[in-house]
């Protein structure tokens, strides 16, 4: 079972993954020659920990599918008779992240005692195929290596040669829609300085959604915050926490994220109409210093 992909990897990941989705018009994004290319271009520490994260958290969330579910209640204009109905609004939606990927695939060749033996003819040549000149160069020390030990009557000692292929992923054809004919860019300069929590990506990501059509100001209460960002408490003590880990959160956004005009109440935050953090016609690369 893979499991579903969790804290702030898979959250940079399907932000560089949109963001190249419409900075490159295509469904299918290359992810590198290898997972150290990768780690390079979303800015990662390149160590062999980091590159088993995410490894495993690029399995999980290309083989993700978000659910989106939303209820309303919503009160209709008065009749003739001057009276109102309420009516209940019910919607959901289903998107796969990815239709297809190929990811880091290595492969190993070791050349038998057979092998070494016509190497050491002068009309063979090494065989190194879809390598890097770094993988040729390190195949013919090797053999050239063992060669000479195979002359001087030693035993050889196979040779590996691991070949990065090139790895891709293809988004699906519903979420590649709504990310390029409803985009809403954020600051990826951001991300990076709010990627040691989740829930300040949360929040960043969540305002400046919120603040892209919001045209009037608006109170969002505690229990609508708690709802949608899933935090499943439901005793005085759970509130409060998540009251108090949401503040800490929306502070770090907020320094960073300036023109938000956010003011915390009594009862939630109030959100009033401020400019986009990120312009339309502003869609840097994450591997673009922001």
């Not at 590996?160 to 990826?188: F, G, K, N, W």
């Amino acid at each position: 079972m893979i499991g579903y992909p969790y804290r702030t990897l898979p959250r940079s990941l399907l932000a560089w993954l949109t963001t190249e989705a419409v900075r490159t018009k295509s469904r299918t994004i290359p992810l590198g020659e290898s997972l150290s290319d990768f780690c390079r271009q979303l800015e990662l520490p390149i160590t062999g920990l980091q590159i088993r994260r995410l490894k495993d958290q690029a399995r999980r969330l290309f083989n993700a599918r978000l659910s989106v579910h939303y209820v309303e209640h919503l009160e209709t204009d008065p009749s003739p008779r001057g009276q109102r109905r309420q009516v209940r609004q019910e919607a959901g939606q289903n998107l796969l992240i990815a239709s297809r990927y190929e990811l880091w695939t290595t492969t190993q060749r070791s050349a038998k005692t057979s092998e070494l033996e016509a190497a050491a003819e002068p009309t063979a040549k090494p065989a190194v195929r879809r390598g890097t000149k770094a993988d040729a160069a390190q195949a013919a020390a090797q053999s050239a290596a063992q060669t000479g030990a195979a002359q001087r009557g030693a035993k050889p000692t196979a040779v590996t040669v691991e070949t990065s292929l090139p790895s891709s992923v293809t988004l699906s054809a519903e979420l590649y829609e709504e990310v390029t004919h409803r985009p809403v860019p954020v600051d990826i300069g951001a991300l990076r300085l709010l990627r040691g929590s989740p829930l300040r990506l949360d929040v960043y990501t969540w305002l400046t959604y919120r603040m892209s059509y919001l045209r009037k100001p608006v109170v969002v209460t505690w229990e609508q915050l708690r709802f949608q960002f899933g935090t499943q408490v439901s005793t005085p003590r759970g509130y409060r926490h998540f009251r108090a880990d949401f503040s800490e959160a929306l502070r770090w956004v907020l320094a960073i994220y300036r023109e938000a005009k956010v003011d915390e109440v009594g009862n939630g935050i109030r959100l009033r109409p401020s400019p986009p953090h990120v312009g339309r016609g502003k869609r840097p690369a994450l591997n673009q210093r922001g």
